[in-house]
Nanobody, 113 residues
Framework: VQLQASGGGLVQAGGSLRVSCKASGINFSINTMAWYRQAPGKQRELVAEITSGGSTNYAESVKGRFTIARDNSRRVLSLQMNSLKPEDTAVYYC????????WGRGTLVTVSS
């Protein structure tokens, strides 16, 4: 199983950024996929998840600003982040739970004030 995240970077507050995760080694279309993040000195937290049927769930802190999506034909999970805030600064991880948790390497998102 490989989860390759990309798309992080530096953006000013109020800006937008999109992160993507290319999955391999799994039956992508049948699994719930998720984005987590971990800010410095804080625990890893769920940002958003999307089921095989396309149902989504978001952390309260990102509702209305972030959109999770999946492209099953390309095996890509994405997270569109708008109206970014400095508190969104974190390493963002792609996640899937199979017989155990699998994590991508993570991609750093930095939001400057």
């Amino acid at each position: 199983v490989q989860l390759q995240a990309s798309g992080g970077g530096l953006v000013q507050a109020g800006g937008s950024l999109r992160v993507s995760c290319k999955a391999s080694g799994i039956n992508f279309s049948i699994n719930t996929m998720a984005w987590y993040r971990q800010a410095p000195g804080k625990q890893r937290e769920l940002v958003a998840e999307i089921t095989s049927g396309g149902s989504t769930n978001y952390a309260e802190s990102v509702k209305g600003r972030f959109t999770i999506a999946r492209d099953n034909s390309r095996r890509v999970l994405s997270l569109q982040m708008n109206s970014l805030k400095p508190e969104d600064t974190a390493v963002y991880y792609c996640h899937v739970s199979l017989y155990r948790d699998f994590w991508g390497r993570g991609t750093l998102v930095t939001v400057s004030s």
